[in-house]
């Protein structure tokens, strides 16, 4: 009986408009990404994306991952030990572990280089495939959470194709940021279909909390920046969906996330131990060069300057790694949306599961505005520095 439901609910007329929408949604950003990149399609197997430099770096990274997954498949297990012992700075040891792995994007394209060996042709439908799936990953995102599916696929633009995404064109591992919607969307349909204290435990889908887990850990592992920055806003969202849902109690829950967890870091930490081993071996950057790289709040009134109208003339930071304007439509919707957001007089129906204190609001309210005046005078007084004890 439940397999029969299953199957119901998959051949259902609407199940399978919803996928037919997603399909045309990525097909949408893929087109997309073809437009922004023009003409690289044209020179798909000849000619690099952006420049020489990282970009040839990590199709030599991804060409040594493809070739040792290759030899393993094979059957010679061996390579496993000394996977991260690449054929460079001989005799260092874990010298692949000098830069990123990029094990997960060397996955992806294995089929294409086994058939064509051609590393440009890799590398290049994987700079096409990030901006395609971030798109897609950030419109089921914003699907399930509005239900708009027009707002939805604005949303999976503006995250594909932001703007400060250009600075990074050459970083193929800075690019791969597409997992992140598909994590937060798995965990929003794992807790959305939670049953509650009213259903019997049992009956949870797994399905989304796995998918979500799996995409967590590829992030995790495209990007060690993203495996720092992105893993603690995941855990705090999985949290603040479970005091919206008032789950708090539910021991079966927290036994299904326990497992999701210790799967994710036996996953990932074996591709962390070489970077640690290295660290105390090899001289690393200091505290002081990664803040005079780092970005500051002028970042984000600092455009790249190949955007043709703000390149010019928004230039506060300009440094690398510090360009962060995300464009004026951002901003424009977002500021509508504060706006729309604004509570108004009269009977409002709000979900149980949505409905907010309304001194929660004044507060996320107050604290927006805070951040605003804030970024404002920081931009106009170029620094501020506040000391509150042992933090300034």
């Known amino acids: ?37 023009w003409p690289l399609v044209l020179g798909l197997g000849r000619d690099v994306a952006w420049d020489l430099g990282d970009s040839v770096l990590n199709m030599w990274i991804l060409g040594w991952d493809c070739e040792q997954i290759r030899h393993m498949l094979s059957g010679d297990l061996s390579r496993l030990a000394t996977f991260f012992d690449a054929n460079v700075f001989y005799p260092a040891p874990l010298s692949l572990a000098f830069s990123e792995h990029l094990v997960p994007q060397a996955i992806q394209i294995l089929p294409v280089y086994l058939v ?56 193929l591992q800075v690019l791969s940021s597409q997992w992140m919607p598909f994590t937060l969307y798995g965990f929003l349909r794992y807790f959305r279909s939670s049953p509650g204290a009213l259903a019997p435990p049992q009956r949870r889908p797994i399905a989304p909390l796995a998918g979500a887990t799996m995409a967590l850990a590829v ?29 708090w109690r539910d021991r079966a829950m927290w036994l299904q996330l326990g497992v999701a967890a210790v799967c994710a870091v036996v996953v990932i930490v074996p591709f962390v131990l070489p970077y640690a081993a290295i660290r105390g071996a090899f001289a690393s950057r200091s505290i002081a060069e990664t803040s005079r790289f780092a970005a500051d709040v002028y970042s984000y009134a600092s455009a790249v300057p190949e955007q043709r109208v703000w390149g010019r003339a928004l230039q506060a930071m300009p440094q690398p790694e510090g360009k962060l304007f995300p464009g004026l439509v951002p901003l424009v919707l977002a500021l509508i949306g504060l706006l729309a957001a604004v509570p108004r007089r009269g009977p409002t129906v709000i979900a149980p599961c949505t409905r907010r204190p309304r001194w929660l609001s004044w507060l996320l309210a107050v604290l927006a505005v805070g951040h605003g005046l804030a970024a404002v005078a920081a931009l106009v007084l170029r620094r501020i520095v506040i000391e509150l004890g042992p933090f300034v």
């Not at 439901?5 to 997309?32: E, G, N, Q, V």
């Not at 495939?129 to 990953?137: D, E, K, N």
């Not at 495209?222 to 008032?246: H, K, N």
């Open 219 to 247: 992030q995790a592992l495209s990007c060690g920046y993203y495996l720092l920055f992105f893993t603690p806003f995941a855990v705090a969202f999985a949290l603040w969906e479970i005091g919206r849902q008032r789950l």
């Open 116 to 171: 064509s060996r051609n590393l440009i042709l890799c590398y290049n439908l994987l700079f096409l495939s990030t901006f395609a799936l971030s798109g897609l990953g950030m419109f089921l995102l914003m699907r399930e959470l509005t239900g708009n599916r027009a707002g939805a696929f604005v949303a999976g633009l503006l995250f594909a194709f932001a703007p400060y995404r250009l600075a990074q064109a050459s970083h």
């Open 1 to 37: 009986r439940p397999s029969y439901k299953l199957f119901s609910k998959i051949c259902s007329p609407t199940h399978r408009l919803t996928d037919l929408r997603a399909a045309h949604a990525l097909a949408a950003y893929l087109l997309a990404a073809l437009v922004a990149t």
